[in-house]
């Protein structure tokens, strides 16, 4: 029983962050259009450049299905919405499917446009994971119009591990920039701790997300049963921690276009 209440308090506190984050990029991203892009740069330098406005065409449309991705993620995945309103869970389905496909397809095309500001490694690590989203996003449609639904619930699980990514991404470097400051981050991103982050952000959720697949709902053994929830307790106020300063700090100020805080 405590290890479900730990795990139900993860999903709910990681929907709420993410789902906030998700605000925060439509506010902030897609709010800095109308004549304001070079804003686009103050998380990640180059992301906006003049000379390349295709890129810059696809990585708006990376920001917004990511945004929808987040949203949309763990409504598909809760079990209890899914068997009582199937058809609103097929509709709302096809979206996330699609949402995902668009966004890891636009941020493979990115890198392989004008590339990242992290160089090689960084290149190679958002380009795996532009990839492994696409074809997570393909895979579950396939495999739920194949009416495979097992395998379909599986990689749609692996989808959402994916998606937030982006989220974590933020998530992680918060934390390190207010446990470690810039030890091991350069401003071009080049860092070991930033060639570090250029995998880090997906490949952990990705493991995860296998466990859980192969039975982390069958632990019987107590004493590893109180291990487990405690771990998820531990993440869960991370996440809370982590929210409140990024809501403070970065998020607010972005979504209403104040100077950032910090």
Known sequence: MLLKTAGILLVAASWISSALFAVYIVGFYLGNVPGHMAAWNSSLPKLYEEGTPHATWVMGVHLFT??????????????GIRDRFRVWHRWTGR??????FLTGLAGLSFVLMKGTVGGLPMDIGFG?????????AVQT??????????????????????????????MD??????????????ETFEGWFDIVMAFFFYVPNLAMAEIYIRGLNKITRP?????????????????????YYFMIF?????????PIKG
């Open 128 to 136: 795996l994971y532009g990839a492994l989203t696409t074809l997570a």
């Open 173 to 186: 470097y918060g934390f390190w920039l207010m446990l470690a400051g810039r030890v091991g981050h350069t």
């Open 95 to 100: 979206l996330y499917v699609l949402a995902g």
């Open 223 to 243: 004493v590893l049963q109180m291990l487990a929830a405690l771990l998820l307790f531990v993440a869960v106020a991370l996440i809370a921690v982590g929210t």
């Open 66 to 79: 990511g945004a929808v991705l987040l949203l949309l993620g763990p409504i598909q995945l809760f079990a």
């Open 250 to 258: 970065y998020w607010w100020p972005g979504i209403t276009h104040q």
């Open 141 to 170: 449609y396939r495999h739920a119009a194949g009416r495979r639904f097992d395998i379909h619930r599986r990689w749609a699980i692996r989808l959402y591990a994916l998606a937030i990514g982006s989220w974590l991404y933020r």
